[in-house]
Nanobody, 116 residues
Framework: QVQLVESGGGLVQPGGSLRLSCAASGINFRNYAMSWYRQAPGKERELVAAITTAGGLTNYADSVKGRFTISRDNAKNTVYLQMNSLKPEDTAVYYC?????????WGQGTQVTVSS
């Protein structure tokens, strides 16, 4: 059974940092591109960061470029999102996604709240 389990979310002050993790099981992880999305209340879900199967290429939303870093450890079946210099507008539920055409799997999300 496929599972993507996010962890690492929580409450942090502006300017702080969090590292999200997404542990995958039930898939051949190394064959899946991985990405992080987020969705704030009343807003559409948006792509935050993506990484190719071997980690050679990454892509970031303009709003997080220079502050967030996506990485993966294929030996641990885990993708990470390091978030630095957090802003209140980063507050959202963050979702992990695994993609290998034609299959897509989503995690259930983890809440990130940036507030003083």
């Amino acid at each position: 059974q496929v599972q993507l389990v996010e962890s690492g979310g929580g409450l942090v002050q502006p300017g702080g940092s969090l590292r999200l993790s997404c542990a995958a099981s039930g898939i051949n992880f190394r064959n899946y591109a991985m990405s992080w999305y987020r969705q704030a209340p009343g807003k559409e879900r948006e792509l935050v960061a993506a990484i190719t199967t071997a980690g050679g290429l990454t892509n970031y939303a303009d709003s997080v470029k220079g502050r967030f870093t996506i990485s993966r450890d294929n030996a641990k079946n885990t993708v990470y999102l390091q978030m630095n210099s957090l802003k209140p507008e980063d507050t959202a539920v963050y979702y992990c996604k695994a993609t290998q055409f034609p299959r897509t799997y989503w995690g259930q999300g983890t809440q990130v709240t940036v507030s003083s």
